[in-house]
């Protein structure tokens, strides 16, 4: 029962990168793909309608940690206080960014307003991937199951750690070109025109900088977390997850160069989920892992909640999938297609 609620609340968290992922990335990539007012207009119409439901996947994956893993919930949000309400900030930013943006008619303020959704939109990605660097490098857990933690330390990964260091920085590098290549994959999808065009010429380059990235922080999550590995080989749950990211990868390649937007679009959630899904496996049972002593981390089995607690709440949690998922559908139904500015069907902002 715990390790299949470790395996629910990796998704949820999954799903929402995933999903806000093409968003992050798509505004990283604002200034660049849309060199005119009306172009911009373009990539926000094709996020414009989505963002906020998005954003549900995350109340959720806070909702699922609650139920399930309380214990690491109180110790993570004390621990990570400052980063998450720069993360809060950041969500805040976007969100007015994206609804207010119009309601001047000048261009003044809606290019600040649109300096704004890029600018956010690019810490947020810098803030998860540090996030997922700390998960994987671990945090300063005393005996009681509690830490803290300054910006940076002394930029080593033992010890009295920081959440910057050199390996959460790379991790953090990583997540932006990772997130902004999703993005401008989720652009050629979605968009036509010049919009389209430059979208697509990012996709290729940005993919082929994040494959050696991605091999390299591979090789340092190795170096920093030795221990992974060895579990990571005996868990079936990687070797699919591995085999995901592959075939995965394949798919994307075949469908830029072909102009098959939909395969390369459905290549590239594949990929991320196959990565974001590996990694979780790898470190499973470990949620926390203490960089002070070992023995100090907090495990999915001494963090989860009592038994009848995981039970009932097996009971509503598939009815609340159901009814996200029915959400979902509807949304991708309702705004289907491309993005036509001129026509105004997506609620540009």
Not at 101 to 108: A, S, T
Not at 153 to 167: E, I, K, M, P
Not at 290 to 304: F, G, H, K, R
Request: glycine share 8%; with cysteine.
């Amino acid at each position: 029962m715990i390790a299949a609620w470790y395996g629910i609340t990796s998704f949820m968290l999954i799903g929402y990168v995933a999903l806000d992922g093409r968003n992050f990335g798509a505004g990283m990539l604002l200034w660049l793909v849309g060199r005119t007012r009306a172009e911009r207009r373009q990539v926000v119409a094709a996020i414009g309608p989505l963002w906020s439901w998005h954003e549900v996947w995350l109340i959720a994956f806070g909702g699922t940690l609650f139920v399930a893993f309380p214990r690491l919930l109180a110790s993570a949000f004390a621990g990570y206080y400052l980063a998450l309400f720069l993360i809060l900030w950041c969500l805040v930013l976007r969100g007015m960014s994206l609804e207010v943006r119009e309601h001047v008619p000048d261009p003044l303020w809606s290019s600040f307003w649109d300096f704004v959704f890029a600018l956010s939109n690019c810490l947020l990605a810098i803030l998860f991937g540090a996030a997922a660097g700390n998960v994987a490098r671990g945090v300063p857990l005393d005996a009681q199951g509690q830490f803290s933690m300054a910006f940076f330390t002394d930029f080593r990964v033992t010890g009295q750690v920081g959440l910057l260091d050199w390996y959460t920085v790379s991790v953090a590098v990583f997540a932006v070109i990772l997130l902004a290549a999703h993005g401008a994959t989720y652009l050629v999808w979605k968009t036509e025109g010049q919009v389209h065009d430059r979208s697509r010429a990012l996709a290729k380059l940005l993919w082929a900088v994040a494959t050696p990235f991605f091999l390299a922080i591979t090789v340092e999550s190795w170096l920093v977390r030795p221990d992974v590995p060895g579990r990571a080989i005996g868990n079936p749950f990687c070797w699919i997850g591995t085999l995901v990211v592959v075939v995965s990868a394949l798919a994307l390649a075949s469908g830029l160069a072909r102009g098959r937007e939909r395969r390369a679009f459905a290549a590239s959630n594949l990929l991320l989920i196959g990565i974001l899904a590996t990694g979780a496996a790898a470190i499973f049972p470990v949620m926390l892992h203490s960089t002070l002593a070992p023995e100090n981390s907090l495990t999915a089995y001494n963090v989860a909640s009592t038994p009848t607690a995981l039970w009932l709440a097996s009971i509503w949690w598939p009815v609340a999938l159901a009814l996200t998922a029915g959400y979902a559908r509807f949304v991708s139904w309702r705004y289907a297609g491309k993005v036509v500015v001129e026509r105004d069907d997506q609620r540009v902002y």
